[in-house]
T-cell receptor, first 113, second 115 residues
């Protein structure tokens, strides 16, 4: 059973067309939710950390929000350079008693000029 | 540039063979994490080392093993390779043992192709 589910799997937008990506999670004892960006052939790059419901973080055209069961990454007036795969990850304490960072499968965003 | 170095960048080998992937973390980072990324499974956590000691294990196969050396670099050993092991293998690092509060620094990955 997937603990982190991202939707949609892929999204194509026109430049300037705002939209949102979704990340839902089922883990208990959440210790944080994180957004990463991954460009083709590169490693993921950290974007945001969210810890509690109601929290919001912004960076340029991106805004991340968190509720008790999901997070949204809002993209306002995207540009072609925003094209990438956006990964959501949750940190929680696993059965071993140690923290684990589990990633979703990502949303591939393509912004056309 | 994240500061995390992985070698080799590309590796092609045959089934049944053994390979070693190498990772040098960012200067000052004590934790190294290994992830496997495939198209259908996404990023899967394999193993975490902190200051030379194994900290946590994820979905790591028994054919795979890792270690972290006194100079903090890490190696991931993959043996008896199968076609399904073809994937991108990422190393990430953080300064602490608690996943850097979620901010991991990833290398550019090692792409393994098993023929």
């Amino acid at each position: 059973e997937d603990q982190v589910t991202q939707s949609p799997e892929a999204l194509r937008l026109q430049e300037g067309e705002s939209s949102s990506l979704n990340c839902s999670y089922t883990v208990s004892g959440l210790r944080g939710l994180f957004w990463y960006r991954q460009d083709p052939g590169k490693g993921p790059e950290f974007l945001f950390t969210l810890y509690s419901a109601g929290e919001e973080k912004e960076k340029e055209r991106l805004k991340a929000t968190l509720t008790k069961k999901e997070s949204f990454l809002h993209i306002t007036a995207p540009k072609p350079e925003d094209s990438a795969t956006y990964l959501c990850a949750v940190k929680y304490v696993g059965n071993s008693g140690y923290s684990t960072l589990t990633f979703g499968k990502g949303t591939m965003l393509l912004v056309s000029p | 540039d994240s500061g995390v170095t992985q070698t080799p960048k590309h590796l092609i080998t045959a089934t049944g063979q053994r390979v070693t992937l190498r990772c040098s973390p960012r200067s000052g980072d004590l934790s190294v994490y290994w992830y496997q990324q495939s198209l259908d499974q996404g990023l899967q956590f394999l193993i975490h080392y902190y200051n030379g000691e194994e900290r946590a294990k994820g979905n790591i196969l028994e054919r795979f093993s890792a270690q972290q050396f006194p100079d903090l670099h890490s190696e991931l050993n993959l043996s008896s390779l199968e076609l399904g092991d073809s994937a991108l293998y990422f190393c990430a690092s953080s300064v602490d043992w608690e996943w850097g509060a979620g901010e991991l620094f990833f290398g550019e990955g090692s792409r393994l192709t098993v023929l």
